[in-house]
């Protein structure tokens, strides 16, 4: 069964940093392209950033672009979200998913909440 | 980036009737790489429908979808009650993945 657990959510002023973390299990973890999805306080969701299965190739949202950092260890089956210079707007749910083109998104974790907030 | 627009924003049905929920794509969209998810409240989406048509494991046959080019559609045939819930459509084609704003489907 693919288990995949976030952590790493918490409070943070505006300015400061968060590392979330995905902890993976189930699945071959670096056959897959993996993904964080985040959703603000009652809106809908917004795709942040992705990266293949070796790591050496990674996409981000605008929103994000300079200042989060999508990485993965695959011998510890966990993918990471480094966030910088984080903002108000960045207060969300974030999931970390698993799919690929062919079969869409179906493995989500339940998420990890951050606030940005003085 | 492909901006998705769903529509209506919010469905009023009552059990048993018939659903449409539209999405409609700035510009085209490989129907390869086109989704909808299912979102209860204090819970992830999940996955109903990839490729614009096919059910994803464990979806029942209710759940239908079509569409291609840049109008897609999830159809839900009878209305279940456990099938009152917000819906997202998603484009994966680009590397700039996109969601539409999400149809509240509630109860009449």
């Known amino acids: 069964e693919v288990q995949l657990l976030e952590s790493g959510g918490g409070l943070v002023q505006p300015g400061g940093s968060l590392r979330l973390s995905c902890a993976a299990s189930?699945?071959?973890?670096?056959?897959?392209?993996m993904y964080w999805v985040r959703q603000a306080p009652g809106k809908g969701l917004e795709w942040v950033s992705t990266?293949?299965?070796?790591?050496?190739?990674?996409y981000y949202a605008d929103s994000v672009k300079g200042r989060f950092t999508i990485s993965r260890d695959n011998s510890k089956n966990t993918l990471y979200l480094q966030m910088n210079s984080l903002r108000g707007e960045d207060t969300a749910l974030y999931y970390c998913?698993?799919?690929?083109?062919?079969?869409?998104?179906?493995?989500w974790g339940q998420g990890t909440l951050v606030t940005v907030s003085s | 980036e492909i901006v998705l627009t769903q529509s209506p924003g919010t469905l009023s049905l009552s059990p048993g009737e018939r659903a449409t929920l539209s999405c409609r794509a700035s510009?085209?969209?490989?129907?390869?790489?086109f989704a909808w998810y299912q979102q209860k409240p204090g819970q992830a989406p999940r996955l109903l429908i990839y490729?614009?048509?096919s059910r994803a494991t464990g979806i029942p046959d209710r759940f239908s979808g079509s569409g291609s080019g840049t109008d897609f559609t999830l159809t839900i045939s009878r209305l279940e009650p456990e099938d009152f819930a917000v819906y997202y459509c998603?484009?994966?084609?680009?590397?700039?993945?996109?969601f539409g704003q999400g149809t509240k489907l509630e109860i009449k």
């Open positions: 998913a698993k799919g690929s083109r062919d079969t869409g998104w179906p493995d």
């Open positions: 189930g699945f071959t973890f670096r056959s897959y392209v």
């Open positions: 990266i293949l299965g070796s790591g050496a190739t990674t």
């Open positions: 510009q085209s969209v490989s129907s390869s790489y």
């Open positions: 490729g614009a048509s």
């Open positions: 998603q484009q994966y084609d680009s590397s700039a993945y996109t």
